[in-house]
């Protein structure tokens, strides 16, 4: 079993950066891809950014370049770097792992860019 637990986030200005942290629990934490989802009311969770245990990582094509997701497996925590913000950014955001059977999902945490 594995939880996340996700802070971070906030008001950012349009330009500026935030950053979103995901702490994971459980023994096998260190071995999963990490990743990092957002969502606006009535749409569709997106994946955003992904790191595998290699710290390979993956990012939507709206975000490359601007964000940034690294990982301490030390502290089972991975990070989310937000820079050069846009208003489009502005959603919900949850951090998810899978560790092959169940997915599991942090508690949304609120980023608002304004502009």
């Known amino acids: 079993q594995l939880q996340l637990v996700a802070s971070g986030g906030g008001l950012g200005l349009a330009g500026g950066s935030l950053r979103l942290l995901c702490v994971c629990s459980g023994r096998t934490c260190s071995s999963h891809v990490m990743s990092w989802f957002r969502q606006a009311q009535g749409k569709e969770r997106e994946f955003v950014a992904g790191?595998?245990?290699?710290?390979?990582?993956d990012y939507v094509d709206s975000v490359k370049g601007r964000f940034t997701i690294a990982r301490d497996n030390a502290v089972k925590t991975v990070y989310l770097q937000m820079n050069r913000l846009k208003p489009e950014d502005t959603d919900v955001y949850y951090c998810?792992?899978?560790?092959?059977?169940?997915?599991?999902w942090g508690q949304g945490t609120q980023v608002t860019v304004s502009s």
């Open positions: 790191i595998n245990w290699r710290s390979i990582t």
């Open positions: 998810n792992t899978t560790d092959g059977f169940l997915d599991y």
